[in-house]
């Protein structure tokens, strides 16, 4: 009897391994991202989409401005395949670990370099993105604020800059109290619609405008070195738009997985949803604002279209609903980040 109780094990004598997964678990049920797992594949589509598809289109005539026809058009299109086939490679990297899913970037970066050189290597970057995009799509939403403003009102007191920003992120402090991600689905949705019809304003106003007289394609560098250096931030402002590698495995954390029907079977065809909406969105706006306005298209392409004014304070008013909505799918794996880290 008494060998018998003393081999069984006391209720805090429980092996501490279980006991940290068990409290692991009940905080991953709390935290924003993989509090709620039960998204369907087009919550994955217009995620994406609000993810990736930011004011960086506005900008790719310009690129191609520096970049020509020739290089422009094959650095857009190699673009997009070598982004979807990265993200091909993210998806299915999700769960390639039997039993656990890498619900995080950093976590993926701790499977592939080891627990702390994948945090060193790949928390940083991240946190570089997601912060610097966002701060860019501050001042995008206040000089569209700022713009329609203007527009409206032309014979009204000039307002500074800074006060439009002030109102972009006065909505923020009411959405970032959203619980988890599939919480601001609706703003998310909202977003991708609003990226997909300013994107179709821009193209379509601009080729309503027509072919502009005296349009040159020629390279607008007055030396070569100006040149390189054009066309390198040309390629940078590629690469900006296609932007929103940094939350897949965020996104795709709050999709079901079953042995039967893993994540990644409704995430990939969300991600190619997505990129047929990013294609439909990229190519027109970058070739036919380039092909209308030539090197004098200015480096947000809405700029360049005044008339009619309208539609231009409809574009702006679009562009600030959707950095609303992307500011929100690129933040909420910081929080996430920072409570995890508190709470484990």
Not at 34 to 46: D, H
Not at 147 to 160: E, Q, R, S, T, V
Not at 180 to 185: A, G, R
Request: charged letters at 15%; hydrophobic letters at 45%; proline letters at 6%.
């Amino acid at each position: 009897m008494d060998t018998q109780a003393q081999a069984e094990p006391k209720p805090e004598e429980v092996p501490s391994n279980e006991t940290e997964e068990e409290r692991k678990k009940k905080i991953d049920d709390w935290l924003p991202i993989t509090g709620s797992r039960n998204a369907k594949w087009w919550y994955a589509a217009f995620h994406n989409v609000t993810a990736m598809v930011g004011a960086g289109v506005l900008s790719l005539p310009y690129a191609m401005s520096h970049l020509g026809w020739g290089p422009g058009t094959v650095i857009l299109v190699l673009s997009w395949v070598i982004t979807l086939y990265t993200l091909w490679q993210m998806v299915e990297m999700h769960e390639m670990i039997p039993g656990k899913r890498l619900d995080r970037y950093h976590e993926l970066g701790q499977a592939a370099f080891g627990e702390k050189l994948g945090l060193y290597i790949v928390v940083p970057q991240q946190l570089i993105c997601e912060v610097g995009v966002d701060i860019v799509y501050m001042v995008t939403g206040g000089k569209s604020l700022q713009k329609i403003y203007n527009l409206a009102c032309g014979d009204c007191k000039n307002i500074k800059l800074t006060y439009f920003i002030m109102i972009f992120a006065s909505p923020h402090f009411i959405l970032a109290h959203c619980p988890n991600f599939n919480s601001i689905s609706v703003v998310s949705l909202a977003a991708a619609v609003m990226s997909y019809s300013y994107s179709t304003i821009a193209w379509g106003a601009a080729a309503d405008k027509g072919r502009q007289p005296g349009v040159s394609y020629a390279s607008v560098a007055s030396t070569p070195t100006g040149g390189v250096f054009n066309f390198l931030g040309a390629l940078g402002e590629v690469a900006f738009a296609y932007a929103g590698h940094n939350v897949v495995l965020e996104i795709q954390a709050t999709i079901p997985s079953s042995p039967e029907r893993p994540s990644k079977v409704p995430m990939w065809r969300g991600v190619v949803v997505a990129y047929i909406v990013v294609a439909l969105c990229y190519f027109p706006v970058a070739l036919v604002g380039y092909y209308i306005f030539g090197n004098k298209v200015e480096d947000n392409i809405m700029l360049s279209l005044e008339k009619p004014v309208w539609l231009v304070i409809v574009a702006n008013a679009f562009v600030v609903i959707h950095v609303i909505g992307s500011y929100q799918v690129l933040l909420i794996s910081l929080p996430h980040m920072v409570e995890r880290n508190i709470l484990v």
